[in-house]
């Protein structure tokens, strides 16, 4: 229950970051490839953190690009 006007601001903030936090997670989740073949735990972290950055420099440069 919100008691003041603070902390309904508050909570408008937190609830669009949150939707914003949501939708970035599930565009970066949807460029990453279906399957993932590895052979232990370290491949796959190794595997997951490339996949990141190279979504984030995709991003980047599709933001530099489309000024």
Do not use: W
Not at 6 to 13: A, K, L
Not at 19 to 29: A, L, V
């Amino acid at each position: 229950m919100i008691k003041s006007n603070e902390e309904g601001m508050i909570y408008s903030q937190l609830n669009k970051s949150r939707k914003i936090i949501e939708t970035k997670f599930s565009e970066m989740i949807e460029a990453y490839p279906k399957h993932i073949r590895s052979v232990s735990k370290k491949g796959l972290s190794v595997k997951l953190s490339l996949f990141t950055i190279a979504y984030n420099i995709k991003k980047l440069e599709k933001d530099y690009y489309n000024k």
